[in-house]
């Protein structure tokens, strides 16, 4: 069963000091991984996809990795606009690219 | 530019009662509309999708129902709600060209009392 897994639930973190988010997935034959941010009481915001183990892609103070059953975003000297809930999804197997299955998020706090 | 609307933001509802959510996409032809549903506790959960008019799949089975009477109006039904129907629903679209990326409305969130 094609699964997504996100640690850790909540982050807190003092502005300025990096830290990594996790996502493992495991689903047969991957076809892209994607990270959104949804901030509370609105939809989720698309950030970026990966396709392949070793891709990498930046935003600002986001950089999300991807290896063949993980992938991390990066937070690089994190400011509180940073504080949100951020999700990883990958497609069903067999699915259009928008049958995505969500893991539960990880919650960032960025106190200044 | 493209647009999504979702209406009403917040209902409260009893048990048994009907629900009617609606979601309108403007700026954009033929996308693939969808429903994906968040409560308390759980990830997104794909509720239906569509890729036309009158085309609807349901990935969870459930007292809930979907209709798309227009290109651009995809509608999420109930005839009698149930408590475990609460949460956050989200429409949402894409273009079709398979790019992962989703555009999704301001979210429904729904009590059942």
């Known amino acids: 069963e094609d699964q997504v897994t996100q640690s850790p639930e909540a982050l807190r973190l003092q502005e300025g000091e990096s830290s990594s988010l996790n996502c493992s997935y495991t689903v047969s034959g991957l076809r892209g991984l994607f990270w959104y941010r949804q901030d509370p009481g609105k939809g989720p915001e698309f950030l970026f996809t990966?396709?392949?183990a070793g891709e990498e892609k930046e935003k600002e103070r986001l950089k999300a990795t991807l290896t063949k059953k993980e992938s991390f975003l990066h937070i690089t000297a994190p400011k509180p606009e940073d504080s949100a809930t951020y999700l990883c999804a990958v497609p069903f197997y067999g699915g259009s690219q928008g049958n995505l299955i969500f893991g539960k998020g990880t919650k960032l706090s960025v106190k200044p | 530019s493209q647009t999504i609307h979702q209406w009403p933001a917040t209902l409260v509802q009893p048990v048994g009662s009907p629900l009617s959510l609606e979601c309108t996409v403007e700026g954009t032809s033929n996308p693939n509309l969808y429903w994906y549903r968040q409560a308390a506790g759980r990830g997104l959960q794909l509720l239906f999708y569509?890729?036309?008019?009158?085309?609807i799949s349901s990935e969870v089975p459930q007292n809930l129902s979907a209709s798309r009477p227009q290109d651009r109006q995809f509608i999420l039904s109930s005839k009698k709600l149930l408590l475990s129907d609460s949460g956050f629903y989200l429409c949402?679209?894409?273009?079709?060209?398979?790019?992962?990326?989703?555009?999704f409305g301001e979210g429904s969130r729904l009590t059942v009392l």
């Open positions: 569509s890729v036309g008019i009158g085309q």
């Open positions: 949402a679209w894409d273009s079709g060209l398979n790019t992962g990326e989703l555009f």
């Open positions: 990966l396709y392949s």
